[in-house]
């Protein structure tokens, strides 16, 4: 009916149009049946509604069915997988965390540890070729350069021995470190977590080796510095010894010229 009237009201504007015109009376009945046979044209098509947009309720109900569907699928989905989850599941996941966790907490000591003892290691190095320097002065000195001989050696023992606090003080953290490893892989063996277990138990095989490796490089430092510690005693000994023959020299002079 939407449509006749917009027809007619189609029908009215032309013709007023043409009545203007009265030599095209003869195109007026024409025009308003071709005008009309579109519109109906269009209605009935099959493929209006599509193009418009509307959409038949059976569609809509089929569509609905889908969702319901869709839906009850995820939902049993969910529900299977919140079954699955076992007490043995649930403690290897944890297990899993508490491997993971103390594996970080184990490299990061590690490297601080690492860390400190290259420190150490600089600066028992230091010291040494402080103490070098001094000991082949020693005699050639006057006493400014004798006094800020002594003031460096003394500050570079005052820095090894903070470095070594620090080493002592990681190294202790990193004992915890690795008796903590041990226990979560120990947990996770016995959870049936075998493959975090072997992880957290590589971890501390390759802590381990990289810690002696820096233990290592220091030892052959405090070695040298102990080395170096019998050089400054037997050549203080020979200064003084020397310092001594010369007082003796001397008072043999006076003796002699007396």
Same mark, same amino acid.
């Given at each position: 009916?939407?449509?006749?009237?917009?027809?007619?009201?189609?029908?009215? &504007?032309?013709?007023?149009?043409?009545? %203007?015109? *009265?030599?095209?009376?003869?195109?007026? *009945?024409?025009? &308003?049946?071709?005008?009309?046979? %579109?519109?109906?044209?269009?209605?009935?098509?099959?493929?209006?509604?599509? /193009?418009?947009?509307? @959409?038949?309720?059976?569609?809509?109900?089929?569509?609905?069915?889908?969702?319901?569907?869709?839906?009850?699928?995820? &939902?049993?989905?969910?529900?299977?997988? +919140? !079954?699955?989850?076992?007490?043995?599941?649930? $403690?290897?996941?944890?297990?899993?965390?508490?491997?993971?966790?103390?594996?970080?907490?184990?490299?990061?000591?590690?490297?601080?540890? $690492?860390?400190?003892?290259?420190?150490?290691?600089?600066?028992?190095?230091? =010291?040494?070729?402080? @103490?070098? =320097?001094?000991?082949?002065?020693?005699?050639?000195?006057?006493?400014?350069?004798?006094?800020?001989?002594? @003031?460096?050696?003394?500050?570079?023992?005052?820095?090894?021995?903070? =470095?070594?606090?620090?080493?002592?003080?990681?190294?202790?953290?990193?004992?915890?470190?690795?008796?903590?490893?041990?226990?979560?892989?120990?947990?996770?063996?016995?959870?049936?977590?075998?493959?975090?277990?072997?992880?957290? /138990?590589?971890?501390?095989?390759?802590? @381990?080796?990289?810690?002696?490796?820096? &233990? %290592?490089?220091?030892?052959?430092?405090?070695? /040298?510095?102990? !080395?170096? /510690? +019998?050089?400054? $005693?037997? %050549?203080?000994?020979?200064?003084?010894?020397?310092?001594?023959?010369?007082?003796?020299? +001397?008072?043999?002079?006076?003796? =002699?010229?007396?």
């Amino acid at each position: 009916m939407q449509v006749v009237r917009q027809c007619s009201a189609s029908a009215s &504007r032309a013709a007023g149009g043409f009545l %203007r015109n *009265p030599t095209d009376m003869s195109l007026l *009945p024409s025009r &308003r049946g071709a005008v009309c046979s %579109r519109d109906l044209s269009l209605e009935s098509s099959p493929l209006s509604s599509r /193009k418009f947009g509307v @959409q038949k309720s059976g569609e809509w109900t089929s569509a609905a069915h889908m969702s319901i569907a869709s839906l009850s699928v995820a &939902r049993g989905l969910f529900t299977q997988q +919140v !079954e699955t989850l076992t007490h043995d599941s649930l $403690i290897r996941r944890a297990v899993s965390v508490v491997t993971d966790s103390s594996s970080t907490f184990l490299s990061q000591i590690t490297l601080a540890l $690492i860390d400190a003892l290259t420190h150490y290691s600089k600066a028992v190095h230091t =010291r040494i070729a402080v @103490q070098r =320097r001094y000991l082949a002065s020693v005699g050639k000195l006057t006493s400014f350069e004798e006094d800020s001989h002594k @003031q460096a050696i003394n500050a570079m023992r005052a820095e090894v021995t903070y =470095r070594l606090d620090d080493c002592k003080r990681f190294e202790s953290s990193w004992i915890n470190a690795v008796n903590l490893c041990k226990m979560a892989a120990e947990a996770a063996n016995t959870s049936g977590a075998e493959q975090a277990s072997i992880s957290v /138990k590589t971890n501390i095989q390759v802590a @381990q080796s990289q810690v002696e490796e820096a &233990r %290592r490089v220091s030892a052959d430092a405090e070695k /040298k510095l102990a !080395e170096t /510690k +019998v050089e400054e $005693i037997q %050549r203080m000994a020979e200064y003084a010894a020397s310092f001594d023959d010369e007082e003796h020299e +001397v008072h043999e002079a006076y003796l =002699r010229e007396d």
